[in-house]
Each structure stands twice: as C-alpha cells, then as structure tokens.
T-cell receptor
C-alpha cells in the first residue's frame, strides 16, 4: 500500500513570495489533515478535511494560508505572502474515517525555509 | 481544551538500558492517547494508542505505555534500548469518539532519544 505522498520535499523562498504544497493521501482515506511543525515543537493542526469539505480550520491563518481538496482526493496548501515565521515542516496526514477509531498516516513533509 | 506536556526535551540512554519517556496530559473528557515516533526527514509513525479498555498498551518495536488516569500520565517505556530507537518521540491526545475534539490530535513538544553504544 502506497503511503501519503507530499511534494516538494524542500522549498526555499524569500519573504512575501508565495508557495504551494501538494499532498496525495492513501487511497480510500476520506479524512485529510495539514499540520505545521516548527523546529523544536510538536505538529500543530492547521486544517482538517472530510472528503472535500472543511471540518476544522480554526488554527489556519486565513489572511495568508489557504487550502483546498478538490474531488476529495489530493490537496494543496498555499501560503501567500510568506513570512519568516512560516519556516517549518508542513506535514500531511490521512485517515480512513473520522467516525471510528482511527490511525493517522503521515507523509514525509515539506520543509519550508523563508529567508 | 486539551494539552500535552512531555518532560525532558532530550533523553540519553545506553544501549540495553531502560527507556522511559514521560507524558502528562490535560483533558476535560476521557482522552484517547498516542505515541508517535519521527525519524530524521520522515513523517510520524504511530507506535501505540490507548482508547478504552486495558490501560497497559503494547506497540511496535517493543514499546509499551500505561494510561494512569489518577496521574494523568501516559509514559512510554522499552525494557532494552537499541541503537535503532534513536529518534524523536511525540505524545498526543484527542477527545473520545462522539466528542467535538475527536480526531483532532494535540501533540506535545517532543522528546529526542539518543542511544549510546
């Protein structure tokens, strides 16, 4: 079974530029999560999708971050414009469903450096 | 609101020694508890989880954890450390099924485990 795929693995941009990350979850997984992991901290949930609908985006900085999950499969997370404090690893995870005991499967992450 | 505190950002043990990584949680409802491991440049992998039932939970790679409600703790242990156990470990909590925080993981800050030969 293929795992959660993310690209790119690394990205370096200057502040005020825009950037996008892509995630392909495990086939059949209805729930998709984006986390931000700042160096030295645990992952923090940014947004949760159930199929192509948003379940929770309460911690997403909506003035600069946006995310979508078209057709309930792949997802993209965008930052525009980026700030220095956005430097972090962005993790995508998926799970079979949110209505039962579940396990979240994580991708390898995208390491973003904002200079 | 839920929170997780991992005591000790770095733990160092000798190969063959006991591994003990500490985790305390705060939750207003009976929690679901998890331990994840993260190897360099990789995503998180689930080691074990507690939802209901037996409070001593066994996971992969010889790890186990015990849910102690009275101490609000979920410490991770392994009797004998291997060099391959060197990684960062995260404790996480979510609310139980049916609650508003179900499925939403809140992570601790992580503990880096170093294993010396």
């Amino acid at each position: 079974e293929a795992g959660v795929a993310q690209s790119p693995r690394y990205k370096i941009i200057e502040k005020r530029q825009s950037v996008a990350f892509w995630c392909n979850p495990i086939s059949g997984h209805a729930t998709l999560y984006w986390y931000q992991q700042i160096l030295g901290q645990g992952p923090k949930l940014l947004i949760q999708f159930q199929n192509n609908g948003v379940v929770d985006d309460s911690q997403l900085p909506k003035d600069r971050f946006s995310a979508e999950r078209l057709k309930g499969v792949d997802s993209t997370l965008k930052i525009q414009p980026a700030k220095l404090e956005d430097s972090a690893v962005y993790l995508c995870a998926s799970s079979f469903a949110s209505g039962q005991i579940y396990e979240q499967y994580f991708g390898p992450g995208t390491r973003l450096t904002v200079t | 609101a839920q929170s997780v505190t991992q005591l000790g950002s770095h733990v160092s043990v000798s190969e063959g020694a006991l591994v003990l990584l500490r985790c305390n949680y705060s939750s207003s409802v009976p929690p679901y508890l998890f331990w994840y491991v993260q190897y360099p440049n990789q995503g998180l992998q689930l080691l074990l989880k507690y939802t209901t039932g037996a409070t001593l939970v066994k996971g992969i790679n010889g790890f186990e954890a015990e849910f102690k409600k009275s101490e609000t703790s979920f410490h991770l242990t392994k009797p004998s450390a291997h060099m391959s156990d060197a990684a960062e470990y995260f404790c996480a909590v979510s609310g139980p099924a049916g609650g508003t925080s179900y499925g939403k993981l809140t992570f601790g800050q992580g503990t880096i485990l170093t294993v010396h030969p």
